[in-house]
């Protein structure tokens, strides 16, 4: 976990042009080891782990959403490459087969475009799913650090026009790192 976390959601920061993000305190760059002594949150950082757990369930609902187009481009993938394959190797009706080379190169190239798309979604989907999952867990261990004991229930509403609204509900123990 990088120190920015602790700092970014710190209601002592200061941003200095030249240095960028400082304590307020010393006026210097963090220089802790694993826990602040001086850290001071406010409401910042319930936004924060609100922020992040609802990133966390959309990249989540994202990869059940997309198991079963996943699945179906798959296999019409699979069969345009076999039929273009079959094709390609031609049918004997003599002359004809000049078409169907035509034809099969056609659906092998379809079939291994709409593959290769269908392959890049998935990775992508994955990929921005362990981003929010990696940092949903990063917040998780600064809650630990900070003996901070939290409760948070977060539900997703359907999707509407592309937006995606939620209802939450966070129960925190606030402590000395709290401000009141």
Not at 82 to 92: E, H, K, R, S
Not at 122 to 144: C, G, M, P, V
Request: glycine share 4%; with cysteine; aromatic share 14%.
């Amino acid at each position: 976990m990088e120190k920015f976390i602790h700092c970014d959601i710190c209601s002592r920061k200061k941003m200095d042009i030249k240095k960028g993000l400082i304590c307020g305190l010393t006026n210097e760059k963090p220089n802790f080891h694993y826990k602040c002594p001086s850290a001071l949150f406010d409401n910042s950082w319930e936004l924060e782990l609100i922020k992040r757990t609802y990133d966390y369930k959309i990249r989540e609902r994202d990869l059940v959403k997309f198991k079963n187009p996943f699945i179906f481009n798959l296999i019409i993938s699979s069969i345009l490459m076999i039929v273009g394959i079959l094709l390609f190797n031609g049918v004997d009706f003599g002359l004809a087969i000049v078409y169907f080379i035509g034809t099969g190169a056609f659906l092998f190239t379809f079939g291994l475009l709409l593959l290769s798309r269908i392959l890049y979604l998935k990775s992508k989907i994955n990929t921005l799913f362990e981003i929010a999952s990696n940092k949903l867990k990063d917040f998780e261990e600064l809650a630990k650090i900070y003996a901070i004991n939290y409760k948070l229930e977060l539900e997703l509403e359907p999707e509407i026009h592309g937006e995606t609204r939620f209802n939450h509900h966070l129960k925190l123990e606030k402590n000395q790192f709290f401000n009141s």
